[in-house]
């Protein structure tokens, strides 16, 4: 299975950024994934999660009312819409996918891991 994440960038606090992931290999609809962060001279952190149909869904309470994690399993791919970004949502943003359908929170207990996409907020 490989994740490729895109859509990270430059933005003001307040503007919005959506992210992309691309999975291939595998049976992408019958994953659980998930998003993370990992800030500059921080641990990874969980971000968001959704399960295998779309219809269950959890965040971290940082992003909680900002962040949504969605998915086409027609094209393979999940998102994470970000609105009202601050300045400490910066950090390298990661896509990973589980080899189950349920959701998960902790990074081992997810299997598949995309390169990572830059993510900037400024004031």
């Known amino acids: 299975v490989q994740l490729q994440a895109s859509g990270g960038g430059l933005v003001q606090a307040g503007a919005s950024l959506r992210l992309s992931c691309a999975v291939s290999?595998?049976?992408?609809?019958?994953?659980?994934l998930g998003w993370f962060r990992q800030a500059p001279g921080k641990e990874r952190e969980f971000v968001a999660t959704?399960?295998?149909?779309?219809?269950?869904?959890y965040y971290a309470d940082s992003v909680k009312g900002r962040f949504t994690i969605s998915r086409d399993n027609a094209k393979n791919t999940i998102y994470l819409q970000m609105n009202s970004l601050k300045l400490e949502d910066t950090a390298v943003y990661y896509c990973?996918?589980?080899?189950?359908?349920?959701?998960?929170?902790?990074?081992?207990?997810?299997?598949?891991w995309g390169q990572g996409t830059l993510v900037t907020v400024s004031s």
């Open positions: 990973a996918s589980r080899v189950r359908k349920t959701i998960a929170t902790r990074s081992e207990n997810y299997a598949y």
């Open positions: 290999g595998g049976t992408f609809s019958d994953y659980a």
């Open positions: 959704i399960n295998w149909t779309g219809g269950s869904t």
